[in-house]
């Protein structure tokens, strides 16, 4: 089993919708959650992260984290064309700073 | 300014050769890290050093060699470079465990092309 998990293909999305990602992760010991998103040729750019249950909200970005389930989410409300990227989920153990990532989600916003 | 800067930005080199790559971050933190990026797309760390001392060592070649002359820089040397060897290299860092904060900030990467 993977320890960080991202099974949905490429999401293409219309301009103003919800695209919605999800991430399971395998280590129950498990304490922070990350997203970084990814521009084709670019580096990893951290946009949210995430350390206990429930919601958080930065902009037009939402977190959820449901650790009883092992799943961390990340809601993106009224896409932009500039939306477009790989989004990486991340998560690590507390006190360990050794980052799991998953492969990745491709995301086309359709103008 | 640049919080986290990586050189060369290119690198394209022939099989058997030996290269370096840089790394500095301007952010006080004390964590840094190598990753690899593969055609795939997947991000795998290599290794991390705290305060200069190795912390993480993946399972990578012994031809890898970071090097952490002070907390602000790592390093990567490679020997005998092999085909394989071509991905987008990435350094990251993050500030101390100790204050609970894990958050890793990339660099813009060094793409590695072995011919």
């Known amino acids: 089993q993977k320890e960080v998990e991202q099974n949905s293909g490429p999401l293409s999305v219309p301009e103003g919708a919800i695209a919605s990602l999800n991430c399971t992760y395998s280590?129950?010991?498990?304490?922070?959650f990350f997203w970084y998103r990814q521009y084709s040729g670019k580096s990893p750019e951290l946009i949210m992260s995430i350390y206990s249950n429930g919601d958080k909200e930065d902009g037009r970005f939402t977190a959820q984290l449901n650790k009883a389930s092992q799943y961390v989410s990340l809601l993106i409300r009224d896409s932009q064309p500039s939306d477009s990227a790989t989004y990486l989920c991340a998560v690590n153990r507390a006190g360990n700073n050794r980052l799991a990532f998953g492969k990745g989600n491709q995301v086309v916003v359709i103008p | 300014d640049t919080a986290v800067s990586q050189t060369p930005k290119y690198l394209v080199t022939q099989m058997g050769n030996d290269k370096s790559i840089k790394c500095e971050q301007n952010?006080?933190?004390?964590?840094m890290y190598w990753y690899k990026q593969d055609s795939k797309k997947f991000l795998k760390i290599m290794f991390s050093?705290?305060?200069?001392?190795?912390?993480i060592n993946e399972t990578v070649p012994n031809r890898f060699s970071p090097k952490s002359p002070d907390k602000a820089h790592l390093n990567l040397h490679i020997n005998s470079l092999e085909l394989g060897d071509s991905a987008v290299y990435f350094c990251?860092?993050?500030?101390?465990?100790?204050?609970?904060?894990?958050?890793?900030?990339f660099g813009p990467g060094t793409r590695l092309t072995v011919t």
């Open positions: 990251a860092s993050s500030q101390d465990l100790l204050a609970g904060r894990y958050e890793q900030y």
């Open positions: 050093y705290n305060n200069k001392e190795l912390i």
């Open positions: 952010l006080g933190h004390d964590t």
């Open positions: 280590d129950r010991g498990s304490q922070s």
